[in-house]
Every structure is written in C-alpha cells, then in structure tokens.
C-alpha cells in the first residue's frame, strides 16, 4: 500500500489547513516508528516498513502527481490524503476513485495515475466571508478548529492503519461515512 499525503513543503506550510495530508501520514510513521527520508533529488520524502510506503510530495500541493508515476507499482492499493473544504473541521470521508471535485492537488495525481485510488479527505471547513480560498487553506486554523482537526487526522490515520491491517474498505467506509 502507497499513501501519499498531500501538503506544502516548508516551515511557512507547517501546520497548515493545507497540510492535514503530510500531518497524517507523519502520525502513521510515528506511530510504526518509521523515519522519513529524502528522495528523488528531494522531490519526495518516503517512509517504508514492510508493505507499506508512505510519501510526502515535496513539488508543492499543485504538483503533487508529477513524481507519483515513478512511485507505484502496477498492483498497488494507493491511498492519497487531502484537506476538502465541503466538509466542516474534524470530519472525515473516504471513498474509491471520482473526479478531484475542483482540488489541485488531486487533479495532479488524476493526471499523473488516473482516477482509481482512494481518496481520504480530512475537513477543514469553508474560508469565512472575505477570506479567499488560497488565504484559508494555506492559514493555520483557530484553536478550535486546529483540536478538531488534530482529531480527524488521528481518525484518518487509524483508517489508514486499518486498511492496511486487511480490513475491507468498504467497512472502513461504512464506518467513517455513516
């Protein structure tokens, strides 16, 4: 299994809306006590253990796909984990496949390995009146928002971690969707 979870590179990103995909695949190598290291003339960091690869683009989140390509085998179950403004802070979905609903970063990977992966999309609400959507998602949230957050991002990676483990996905779904 390949889990990518998209973000920005940089301290300036850290903590982020936008980054809620490179914070949960962080929670899952913490968690296996994996490391992170630079690959790909640093174009990616990447986590193994065992079966599992977890990667963090570092093209930015808008290029997210371009080194996806070189990263998956024919076979592979890819995971790809994202922030989605349609949904409020601290809930989760999941789903197989779909369009990237507007999401360039999603769009990115779409055109670098097609639509057919899964897509686990962390919410981190919709940007309040007069705030533009760049300014919102690459803001960090309230204290409010950031705990919920934090809590959906521990829920992600434990879906994540389920998944891995040989639960269906469509329990995985029936249970976080319902």
Same mark, same amino acid.
């Given at each position: ?21 490179? !914070? ?31 990667? $963090? ?8 796909? *371009? ?8 076979? *592979?179950?890819? =995971?790809? =984990?994202?922030?989605?403004? *349609? ?40 940007? *309040? ?7 919102? =998602? ?6 409010? !928002? ?20 040989? $639960?269906?996905? $469509? ?8």
């Amino acid at each position: 299994m390949i889990v990518f979870g998209l973000g920005n590179p940089g301290a300036k990103y850290r903590g982020t809306r936008h980054n809620v995909g490179f !914070d949960t695949v962080e929670r899952i190598a913490a968690q296996k006590e994996i490391k992170f290291r630079k690959r790909c003339f640093r174009l990616y960091k990447r986590a193994v253990s065992d079966s599992l690869v977890l990667i $963090e683009p570092l093209t930015y989140m808008n290029a997210s796909g *371009d080194i996806a390509k070189e990263c998956i085998a024919p076979g *592979d179950t890819v =995971v790809v =984990v994202v922030d989605q403004m *349609d949904l409020p802070p601290g809930k989760i979905r999941i789903k197989r496949g779909g369009s990237s609903a507007g999401h360039n970063g999603l769009k990115s990977m779409i055109g670098a390995i097609g639509p057919d992966f899964i897509r686990l999309y962390i919410g981190i609400g919709r940007p *309040d009146a007069g705030v533009s959507v760049p300014d919102h =998602v690459l803001s960090r949230p309230s204290a409010v !928002d950031r705990s919920l957050i934090d809590e959906a991002e521990a829920k992600a990676a434990d879906a994540i971690l389920r998944l891995y483990g040989g $639960e269906s996905f $469509e329990r995985i779904a029936q249970s976080i969707n319902s």
